[in-house]
């Protein structure tokens, strides 16, 4: 998604499935607690008169319209959680879990153990002194 766009200008703006088919139009948009970048939309279906929570990363917005490469009945199913309030953690790992989102963090194996007790440019350890 573009991310120097002014969250503000998606509100309003319609929004379409994977297949171009019309889901209804953004009424609010989420930011990172953390970057502030915008994160999630809150896209006023008409189903069941609910709003519902779709990642804008890696949805698109082209051609005045917000493009969300995922099915209708995905989405129609994803967490109600409700909005104008916030989304806590575990609300977004639901929702990321919803749409089949990995956001583990990459798992890096420890370093290497060092002796540290050694001199550098020495094979002896350190005498204490």
Same mark, same amino acid.
Request: charged share 30%; glycine share 8%; no cysteine.
């Given at each position: 998604?573009? %991310?120097?766009?002014?969250?503000? *200008?998606?509100?309003?703006?319609?929004?379409?499935?994977?297949?171009?088919?019309?889901?209804?139009? +953004?009424?609010? +948009?989420?930011?990172?607690?953390? %970057?502030?970048?915008? #994160?999630?939309?809150a896209?006023?279906?008409?189903?069941? *008169?609910?709003?519902a929570? +779709?990642?804008l990363?890696?949805? #698109?917005?082209?051609?005045?319209?917000?493009?969300v490469?995922?099915?209708?009945?995905?989405?129609?199913?994803?967490?109600?959680f409700? +909005?104008?309030?916030?989304?806590?953690?575990?609300? #977004?790992?639901?929702?990321?879990?919803?749409?089949?989102?990995?956001?583990?963090?990459? %798992?890096?194996?420890?370093?290497?153990?060092?002796?540290?007790?050694?001199?550098?440019?020495?094979? #002896?350890?350190?005498?204490?002194?």
């Amino acid at each position: 998604m573009q %991310t120097d766009m002014d969250p503000r *200008s998606l509100i309003g703006r319609k929004a379409f499935d994977r297949n171009g088919s019309k889901l209804g139009t +953004v009424d609010e +948009v989420y930011l990172d607690d953390a %970057t502030g970048t915008p #994160e999630w939309a809150a896209i006023r279906t008409g189903l069941f *008169s609910r709003d519902a929570f +779709v990642p804008l990363e890696p949805s #698109e917005f082209k051609e005045g319209a917000l493009r969300v490469p995922f099915e209708r009945s995905l989405i129609k199913d994803a967490p109600d959680f409700g +909005v104008g309030r916030h989304l806590s953690p575990e609300q #977004e790992l639901q929702l990321y879990h919803h749409y089949g989102i990995d956001v583990s963090a990459p %798992t890096e194996s420890p370093p290497p153990d060092r002796d540290f007790g050694r001199i550098a440019g020495s094979d #002896e350890p350190e005498s204490p002194a």
